[in-house]
């Protein structure tokens, strides 16, 4: 077996050639390892990769499969998590130099918890930006992530070293989190499938009604069993609930289709060229699909990038003095506002969040699920934190409200562009939805890609210019 072998599976098929004999998890894991030294040093995905643990991990799984008793659904599946994510003995960054000492985990957080009590080998943790405020791969603690896809491009964030890590056939499963689009957004950068779950269907910690965390995976048919080991009521979340049932197929679901919003960047020809592509292939697994017109009266996002501000200057300034000055002067320029905010005018920016929901929950009194773009741009460089300097996170136009109104939503792979470069789309389900939504992406990118998504042919050596 090569590594190519290995990025073609799906989790069902590697998990019956566990079963079956015929794949060896010591091997997988020697693989992953082994692509890790290769090109993380191009693209600066990973950091406390831990092999030795690994590898013992996995001896221990292929022995319990060789006497028929896993230890659960993911055994000697290697995953890695994002740097948010706490896991005993690894450390917490949060992707800025203000942590640059690291908190050390000496609990696990939902996630990692019950990765680990499926059996999965966590191979590492994955890099992200300051804060997680930015959609993209530029930390001041772990440097600039890259694109397999392409080096000089973005890998997306802020789950970035996730999505870059997945792309270049690192690992099976990766979870990152997500507050305006940062699972959806590296998925999309990446060519990658990512679910934002229904808020609290997968618990973490700090417990939160806007951050969820999420899974990610290279192929969209796997989204449904990742979220079926992640998901559930926890106890440290109090907003988590349980993964629900649906009580009918997809295929007499009414889909609406969005090309705008109407507020946020232009969106660009080739995100549109493969928007309509998903439109075509989606019509043949569903009841109805039907193009609809913006659906917002002003301009939703702009009162949720105020959350933001002040989200990160909660945190820079809670840092110490002498800590403060390695926040990046953009993100610092950005947040700066929110110092001093009165009561009033927190509540002003709030009032326009709960306008924008209402509206975005008025969008399924008619659809079941929306189709729009992950984002109004293909890619951009880098180096760069966003598309806009002033706000970085500007291009979440179609991802961010889904936080605040709490959907469920996809992001898959739609196509390529001219530069060979990954394109998604996005999915968006009815709240607690989220199986079924789940089990459209992955019919929908199976009508995307001729021969199957598996014929797709992975970055797997990083690609030095696109």
Not at 55 to 78: N, Q, T
Not at 206 to 220: I, Q
Not at 325 to 352: C, I, K, M, N, Y
Request: proline content about 7%.
């Amino acid at each position: 077996m090569v590594l190519e072998d290995v990025s073609k599976l799906t989790l069902d098929h590697m998990l019956q050639g566990f079963r079956a004999g015929t794949i060896d998890p010591v091997e997988v894991v020697e693989l992953t390892l082994g692509q890790i030294a290769r090109v993380d040093g191009d693209i600066n995905a990973l950091y406390e990769v831990q092999p030795d643990a690994s590898l013992d991990a996995a001896k221990s799984a292929a022995k319990r499969y060789r006497h028929g008793r896993p230890a659960g659904a993911l055994d000697g599946v290697p995953v890695t998590i994002k740097d948010s994510v706490h896991a005993i003995g690894t450390r917490w960054h949060h992707g800025s130099r203000i942590h640059a000492d690291g908190l050390l985990g000496t609990t696990d957080a939902p996630p990692t918890e019950r990765l680990k009590a499926a059996g999965a080998i966590i191979v590492g943790k994955t890099k992200m930006p300051d804060f997680g405020l930015s959609g993209s791969g530029v930390s001041s603690f772990h440097g600039v992530v890259r694109n397999p896809w392409g080096l000089a491009w973005n890998p997306g964030g802020s789950s970035a070293g996730a999505g870059a890590s997945l792309a270049a056939g690192i690992g099976m499963l990766s979870v990152g989190s997500d507050i305006a689009g940062s699972v959806r957004l590296p998925a999309s950068h990446c060519g990658l499938a990512a679910l934002k779950p229904t808020q609290g269907m997968i618990a973490h910690t700090p417990a939160s009604d806007v951050r969820s965390a999420g899974p990610m995976t290279r192929y969209a048919a796997d989204l449904e069993a990742h979220l079926r080991v992640l998901g559930g009521v926890h106890r440290h979340d109090r907003f988590s609930v349980p993964v629900t049932e649906p009580s009918e197929s997809f295929g007499t679901a009414r889909v609406a289709v969005y090309r705008s919003f109407g507020f946020g960047p232009p969106e660009e020809t080739a995100v549109l060229d493969v928007l309509s592509r998903a439109e075509r292939a989606i019509s043949g697994l569903v009841a109805k699909v039907a193009s609809a017109p913006p659906p917002y009266d002003f301009d939703a996002y702009l009162p949720i990038d105020d959350t933001f501000k002040l989200r990160g200057w909660r945190e820079h300034a809670s840092a110490d003095e002498q800590l403060r000055q390695h926040t990046p002067p953009q993100l610092f320029d950005w947040f700066e506002e929110a110092r001093g905010w009165s009561a009033e005018r927190v509540a002003f920016f709030e009032a326009g969040v709960a306008r924008g929901v209402a509206q975005t929950n008025a969008l399924f009194e008619d659809s079941d699920f929306l189709l729009t773009p992950v984002m109004p741009v293909v890619n951009f460089p880098a180096e760069e934190r966003g598309i806009d300097p002033a706000m970085p996170l500007r291009h979440c136009t179609f991802t961010a409200m889904f936080n605040q109104s709490g959907h469920p939503a996809v992001s898959l792979c739609g196509g390529l562009d001219s530069r060979g470069l990954p394109v998604g789309v996005q999915l968006v389900g009815r709240r607690f939805d989220d199986i079924r939504l789940c089990r459209l992406a992955a019919a929908l990118e199976a009508a995307l890609w001729p021969g199957g998504p598996q014929a797709r042919q992975w970055p797997l050596q990083p690609r030095k210019a696109t």
